[in-house]
C-alpha cells in the first residue's frame, strides 16, 4: 500500500493514510523502523500492526512507570490487564531493563527512603514487602542498613510517646499493647523491651476511677470478702497488679 500523508495525532505518533482509503495511527518509532518515510509505502502491513501494538504495550508501561518506580513483578501484574502472552511481556520487562528503567537497587532504595519519611514501619515489615514484591533477601539487607539502631530507637520512642497522648490503659495494658503494635509494624522485642523500660505512666486517678466503677457495679451482688476479691481480680484483668 502507498502512503499518502502523515497527519499528528498526539505525542510521538501519526495517522498513516493510504492509496486504498484506509488510514492507521502509528508511533514514530514504528515509521523509523519500517522506513516508512524512505520507501513510502508498506509491503508487510501486518508486521507494522504487530511491532505497533507491542510498542503501544510499551508505551503504557512507559506512562505507568511515570508516576512511581515500579518492581519487575508490578509491571507483569499490570501488563496482565490487556491479555499478553509471556513473549510479550518478557521482551517488554527486556526492553525496560536495557533502558535502565528497571533498577533493583533503585526501587529498593527508593522504597525504604519513603517508608522511613511516611510512615513508622519497621525494618522486618519493610523487608517482607520487598520479598513479596520479589526482591532477593541479600540485596534487601543492603539496604536496609539504613535502619541502624539510633533510627530504630527513635521511630519506636516515637510511636510510644505519640500512643501515649490518647493512653486511657494502665501502665501493664498500655506496655502490652505497645509491643504488640510495635511487632506488627517491623520492630524486634528487644529493640521494643529496650525503650518501654524507661516508659511510666500516672495512673493512680484511673486505678482509682476504676476500683469505683467496678465496687459500684458489684457491692449490691456481693460483700465483704468476697467483694474484694471480686474487685481485686476484675482490677487484675485490667492491668492494676498492685
Same mark, same amino acid.
Given at each position: 500500500?502507498? *502512503?499518502?500523508?502523515?497527519?499528528?495525532?498526539?505525542?510521538?505518533?501519526?495517522?498513516?493514510?493510504?492509496?486504498?482509503?484506509?488510514?492507521?495511527?502509528?508511533?514514530?518509532?514504528?515509521?523509523?523502523?519500517?522506513?516508512?518515510?524512505?520507501?513510502?509505502?508498506?509491503?508487510?502491513?501486518?508486521?507494522? *500492526?504487530?511491532y505497533?501494538?507491542?510498542?503501544?504495550?510499551?508505551?503504557?508501561?512507559?506512562? /505507568?512507570?511515570?508516576?512511581?518506580? %515500579?518492581?519487575?513483578?508490578?509491571?507483569?501484574?499490570?501488563?496482565?490487564?490487556?491479555?499478553?502472552?509471556?513473549?510479550?511481556?518478557? &521482551?517488554?520487562?527486556n526492553?525496560?531493563?536495557?533502558?535502565?528503567?528497571?533498577?533493583?537497587?533503585?526501587?529498593?532504595?527508593?522504597?525504604?527512603?519513603?517508608?522511613?519519611?511516611?510512615?513508622?514501619?519497621?525494618?522486618?515489615?519493610?523487608?517482607?514487602?520487598l520479598?513479596?514484591?520479589?526482591?532477593? &533477601?541479600?540485596?534487601?539487607?543492603?539496604e536496609?542498613?539504613?535502619?541502624?539502631?539510633?533510627?530504630?530507637?527513635? %521511630?519506636?520512642?516515637? /510511636?510510644?510517646?505519640?500512643?501515649?497522648?490518647?493512653?486511657?490503659k494502665?501502665l501493664?495494658?498500655?506496655?502490652?499493647?505497645?509491643?504488640?503494635?510495635?511487632?506488627?509494624?517491623?520492630?524486634?522485642? &528487644?529493640?521494643?523491651?529496650?525503650?518501654?523500660?524507661?516508659?511510666?505512666?500516672?495512673?493512680?486517678?484511673?486505678? &482509682?476511677?476504676e476500683?469505683?466503677?467496678?465496687?459500684?457495679?458489684?457491692?449490691n451482688?456481693?460483700?465483704?470478702?468476697?467483694?474484694?476479691? *471480686?474487685?481485686?481480680?476484675?482490677?487484675?484483668?485490667?492491668?492494676?497488679?498492685?
Amino acid at each position: 500500500m502507498k *502512503i499518502i500523508k502523515y497527519v499528528k495525532s498526539g505525542k510521538n505518533k501519526y495517522r498513516v493514510y493510504f492509496d486504498n482509503g484506509k488510514n492507521l495511527v502509528l508511533y514514530e518509532d514504528v515509521i523509523l523502523k519500517f522506513e516508512l518515510l524512505l520507501k513510502g509505502e508498506v509491503k508487510d502491513l501486518s508486521s507494522v *500492526i504487530s511491532y505497533n501494538n507491542k510498542y503501544e504495550l510499551y508505551d503504557k508501561v512507559l506512562g /505507568y512507570i511515570s508516576k512511581k518506580l %515500579r518492581c519487575e513483578k508490578e509491571i507483569t501484574k499490570y501488563l496482565e490487564r490487556f491479555d499478553v502472552d509471556n513473549d510479550t511481556k518478557e &521482551e517488554i520487562i527486556n526492553k525496560l531493563k536495557g533502558n535502565g528503567l528497571l533498577n533493583n537497587n533503585l526501587y529498593i532504595k527508593s522504597f525504604i527512603h519513603d517508608k522511613v519519611c511516611l510512615s513508622l514501619d519497621g525494618p522486618l515489615k519493610i523487608k517482607n514487602e520487598l520479598l513479596r514484591l520479589g526482591f532477593k &533477601e541479600e540485596e534487601i539487607e543492603i539496604e536496609l542498613e539504613v535502619f541502624d539502631k539510633e533510627l530504630i530507637r527513635e %521511630r519506636i520512642k516515637k /510511636y510510644i510517646n505519640k500512643q501515649l497522648k490518647s493512653n486511657n490503659k494502665s501502665l501493664y495494658i498500655f506496655k502490652n499493647k505497645m509491643v504488640l503494635s510495635l511487632v506488627n509494624l517491623g520492630y524486634k522485642r &528487644e529493640d521494643i523491651y529496650s525503650e518501654l523500660d524507661s516508659v511510666s505512666i500516672d495512673d493512680s486517678s484511673l486505678k &482509682e476511677k476504676e476500683e469505683k466503677k467496678i465496687r459500684e457495679k458489684y457491692q449490691n451482688k456481693y460483700q465483704g470478702y468476697e467483694l474484694e476479691m *471480686i474487685i481485686k481480680k476484675k482490677m487484675y484483668e485490667k492491668g492494676f497488679r498492685d
